[in-house]
């Protein structure tokens, strides 16, 4: 008899991996398939990286990590708060886990409890939304407009603040709309929270270093709030290492206690070769991830000019990650005589099986309007995939 838990039942299919799965199933049948669905740096790991990963098997790193991370990896990352981000962890608040998306669970199981409310913006983040509702917490959602650049203000966050109120996710750069907060926006929101002692900011800043108009921002930066921030970063983007399976985050001392505690039970800590490598990223020189980061605003610039030469598609500029979020809904309701769209996952499977691009429909980051396109892509692929996407769209009445 098949059982599951109800926390499992409850819980949706991560929509990114299977719309990648679903174009891959496609290459997989001979289709020439431009997969832009998936949030993933194209380049490869630089090669001191991978000679750091090399040394620790040869030295012989083969044996259960502590529970939080290396002591080496910890103090690393500690020296990166306060050299790129003015901010003070101390090793013992750094707790180190296979990947951000981890890292972002053991936080939520750590620090929500059954009717808490997480204030999370919209467009969000697929995996937000769904570890709230493991902890058995209740999604906040508020809707940002494409006019704000997908941004939410103090002000709408302050209207949605109950006595049940326990943190606000935010994210930026942000996944999925490349919007990036300023430090007068995030001063604003900050002031906000200095109102209220008893909730929490969990800030995602993994895309940090993928940033396209300055200085990257950190919630973390306000002494009123810092007590009550917790950052939330890895390797995966920065340094292309996705499969690495590297994320950690900063904590108040004794949050990173109880994400130690469960992670102990959970997964014992992430792969040894990997922290090694990780500590190789963050100490070294950093020209690489200057390099990737003009390699993904090239893109930008090149995926929003060919966006706007398309008839019905509405984009903000991102000012940071590597996606746009186009607004789609003007093709609701036409069809090509064959099938008619009625949303933005009709709309991106007419895409995937008539233009063999993947993308991720709306209605997984909760804004049903558009969908999410990946420029960690070559510059041939995207102006490949903007004329096929033209095309296909052309064809809609």
Same mark, same amino acid.
């Given at each position: 008899?098949?059982?599951?838990?109800?926390?499992?039942? /409850?819980? =949706?299919?991560?929509?990114?991996?299977?719309?990648? &799965?679903?174009? @891959?199933?496609?290459?997989?049948?001979?289709?020439?398939?431009? *997969?832009?669905?998936?949030?993933?740096?194209?380049?490869? !790991?630089?090669?001191?990286?991978?000679? =750091?990963?090399?040394?620790?098997?040869?030295?012989?790193?083969?044996?259960?990590?502590?529970?939080?991370?290396?002591?080496?990896?910890?103090?690393?990352?500690? *020296?990166?708060? /306060?050299?790129?981000?003015?901010?003070?962890?101390?090793?013992?608040?750094?707790? +180190?886990? =296979?990947?951000?998306?981890?890292?972002? =669970?053991?936080?939520?199981?750590?620090?929500?409890?059954? %009717?808490?409310?997480?204030?999370?913006?919209?467009?969000?983040?697929?995996?937000? +939304?769904?570890?709230?509702?493991?902890?058995?917490?209740?999604?906040?959602?508020?809707? %940002? !407009?494409?006019?704000?650049?997908?941004?939410?203000?103090?002000?709408?966050?302050?209207?949605?603040?109950?006595?049940?109120?326990?943190?606000?996710?935010?994210?930026?750069?942000?996944?999925?709309?490349?919007?990036?907060?300023?430090?007068?926006?995030?001063?604003?929101?900050?002031?906000?929270?200095?109102?209220?002692?008893?909730?929490?900011?969990?800030?995602?800043?993994?895309?940090?270093?993928?940033? #396209?108009?300055?200085?990257?921002?950190?919630?973390? &930066?306000?002494?009123?709030?810092?007590? @009550?921030?917790?950052?939330?970063?890895?390797?995966?983007?920065?340094?292309?290492?996705?499969?690495?399976?590297?994320?950690?985050?900063?904590?108040?001392?004794?949050?990173?206690?109880?994400?130690?505690?469960?992670?102990? &039970?959970?997964?014992?800590?992430?792969?040894?070769?990997?922290?090694?490598?990780?500590?190789?990223?963050?100490?070294?020189? &950093?020209?690489?991830?200057?390099?990737?980061?003009?390699? #993904?605003?090239?893109?930008?610039?090149?995926?929003?000019?060919?966006?706007?030469?398309?008839?019905?598609?509405?984009?903000?500029?991102?000012?940071?990650?590597?996606?746009?979020?186009?607004?789609?809904?003007?093709?609701?309701?036409?069809?090509?005589?064959?099938?008619?769209?009625?949303?933005?996952?009709?709309?991106?499977?007419?895409?995937?099986?008539?233009?063999?691009?993947? !993308?991720?429909?709306?209605?997984?980051?909760?804004?049903?309007? %558009?969908?999410?396109?990946?420029?960690?892509?070559?510059?041939?692929?995207?102006?490949?995939?903007?004329?096929?996407?033209?095309?296909?769209?052309? @064809?809609?009445?």
């Amino acid at each position: 008899m098949e059982s599951v838990s109800s926390r499992i039942a /409850k819980l =949706a299919p991560s929509a990114t991996m299977a719309m990648n &799965q679903k174009g @891959r199933d496609l290459k997989d049948k001979g289709i020439d398939v431009i *997969n832009m669905s998936v949030g993933e740096p194209d380049f490869y !790991t630089p090669d001191h990286i991978k000679e =750091a990963a090399k040394k620790a098997i040869d030295d012989n790193f083969s044996f259960y990590p502590p529970a939080p991370g290396f002591p080496d990896l910890r103090e690393a990352i500690s *020296n990166k708060f /306060k050299r790129e981000n003015n901010l003070d962890f101390s090793p013992e608040q750094i707790v +180190v886990s =296979a990947g951000a998306k981890n890292s972002l =669970a053991h936080v939520i199981m750590s620090l929500i409890d059954e %009717g808490d409310e997480v204030i999370v913006p919209a467009p969000y983040w697929v995996t937000y +939304v769904e570890l709230v509702k493991v902890a058995e917490g209740k999604n906040v959602v508020i809707k %940002g !407009t494409i006019d704000n650049d997908f941004k939410v203000t103090a002000e709408e966050i302050e209207k949605v603040i109950t006595p049940k109120t326990k943190a606000i996710l935010l994210c930026s750069p942000s996944n999925p709309t490349g919007s990036v907060y300023s430090k007068n926006e995030l001063e604003s929101i900050a002031r906000v929270i200095e109102k209220h002692s008893n909730i929490f900011v969990i800030t995602d800043e993994i895309y940090e270093h993928i940033n #396209f108009v300055g200085k990257h921002e950190s919630m973390a &930066q306000y002494d009123s709030i810092k007590e @009550r921030v917790v950052v939330i970063n890895g390797v995966s983007k920065a340094y292309a290492m996705t499969g690495w399976r590297i994320g950690y985050i900063g904590a108040p001392l004794w949050l990173a206690k109880a994400c130690t505690k469960l992670q102990g &039970q959970f997964m014992t800590g992430p792969t040894t070769i990997a922290q090694k490598a990780a500590v190789a990223a963050l100490n070294s020189d &950093q020209s690489c991830v200057s390099e990737m980061n003009k390699a #993904f605003l090239r893109r930008r610039d090149l995926i929003i000019d060919l966006l706007k030469d398309i008839d019905g598609i509405k984009t903000s500029v991102p000012d940071g990650a590597f996606y746009v979020f186009p607004e789609a809904s003007s093709y609701y309701g036409k069809s090509d005589g064959k099938r008619k769209i009625e949303n933005s996952t009709d709309f991106c499977m007419y895409l995937l099986e008539e233009a063999h691009i993947a !993308t991720v429909p709306g209605e997984a980051f909760g804004e049903p309007s %558009g969908f999410r396109i990946s420029y960690a892509t070559s510059d041939e692929n995207i102006v490949e995939a903007m004329k096929r996407m033209k095309n296909a769209l052309s @064809r809609l009445h």
